[in-house]
């Protein structure tokens, strides 16, 4: 495996403002936020990609991230909703390769958004869409 700065916060070998904490998953704030209040939740076992993540793990992690987005709102913390958003995969944005689920606030004005391509908006004819489902069906 290579270096992985989770896995090292997760060590004690790099310092993290931990937000919670359990078996399986640890939750601390990001040190390059979106906005303040920005947190991160991983799973303690290593997985590169959200298909190496264990299901139930993974569902935990989602469970414990809207947990987290609950308490950010009750906080204090401005917030005027939450985006929870993972990256799986470097042309998906993943910068990091341990699973990790971002929690933030959002509120007007704040600077983040989302960019789309040409494709965005297009819909496609049904018999595409039904072809690309069985297509993925056909892969669970």
């Known amino acids: 495996m290579d270096k992985c700065i989770f896995c090292d916060i997760l060590a004690g070998r790099l310092p993290s403002s931990v937000v919670f ?4 998953v640890y939750a601390f704030m990001d040190i390059q936020p979106v906005n303040p209040g920005h947190v991160l939740v991983i799973p303690k076992k290593h997985a590169r990609f959200l298909g190496e993540l264990d ?3 993974g569902g935990h ?3 414990i991230a809207q947990k987290v987005a609950a308490a950010v ?3 204090g913390v401005r917030s ?3 985006n929870m958003f993972l990256a799986d995969g470097e042309v998906a944005g993943q910068e990091v390769f341990h699973v990790h689920l971002h929690v933030f606030p959002r509120f007007l004005s704040d600077g983040f958004g989302l960019r789309f391509g040409p494709e965005y908006g297009k819909r496609p004819p049904r018999r ?3 072809e690309v489902a069985k297509r993925i069906r056909a892969q669970l």
């Open 21 to 24: 904490e359990d078996e399986l």
């Open 55 to 57: 299901e139930e793990i």
């Open 61 to 63: 992690m989602f469970r």
């Open 73 to 75: 709102r009750r906080s």
């Open 80 to 82: 005027a909703g939450i």
């Open 128 to 130: 595409e869409l039904d």
